[in-house]
């Protein structure tokens, strides 16, 4: 947890040509089919008969120790079962995503040609059922789709304010990227 991530900045993406599929389902934080520069770890609920608490983040600590905090920007989004909001990518900002609510399928696919990982694909199913936080080095495409029944929070932090002119947006459906959204049934 005291680990320090360097993680390097892109200034070009390249989209691979992928063929159908999820690629790699992420089953453990450690897992070595992980994207180069992602970074996974479980979060701690604090169940009561009320509800759960949960802290987000503590600055300079965790996967976010390495965040400015003149900089550092926290958001969420809450989305209702079944939506896709994919993909998009950042040229300089690391994202920080933690569902705080009901479960995700994330999609994340490395875009960085002068990556080891490049065209690289992951499916991670996070949420109540896998409280897990993850963290999205810039030049890795990223996105999601709202799965069970009940809407999802997301709430993530970035290192750097929104800036439209960072972010680049690929179509869900990309034939490139050809993710498969539909429901595998395994």
Known sequence: MGQTFVVKRVEEVELPQCEKGIGKVIQSPDSP???????????????DDRGYFLEVIRMGKGLVSQYSPETTQVSTAISYPGTIKAFHYHQHQTDFWVPAAGMLQVA??????????????????LGALRPWQVLIPPGVGHGYKVIGDSPAVLV?????FYNPSDEGRIPYNDPRIN????????
């Not at 089919?33 to 169940?47: E, M, N």
């Not at 994340?108 to 199913?125: E, K, M, P, V």
Request: charged fraction near 25%.
């Open 33 to 47: 089919d992980l994207i180069a520069g992602v970074r996974v770890q479980p979060y701690t609920l604090w169940p």
């Open 108 to 125: 994340l696919i490395d875009l960085r040609s002068d990556s080891h990982t490049f065209g690289a694909r992951n499916t991670l199913y």
């Open 156 to 160: 993530y932090v970035t290192d750097h």
């Open 179 to 186: 993710y498969d959204w539909e429901t595998q049934r395994k």
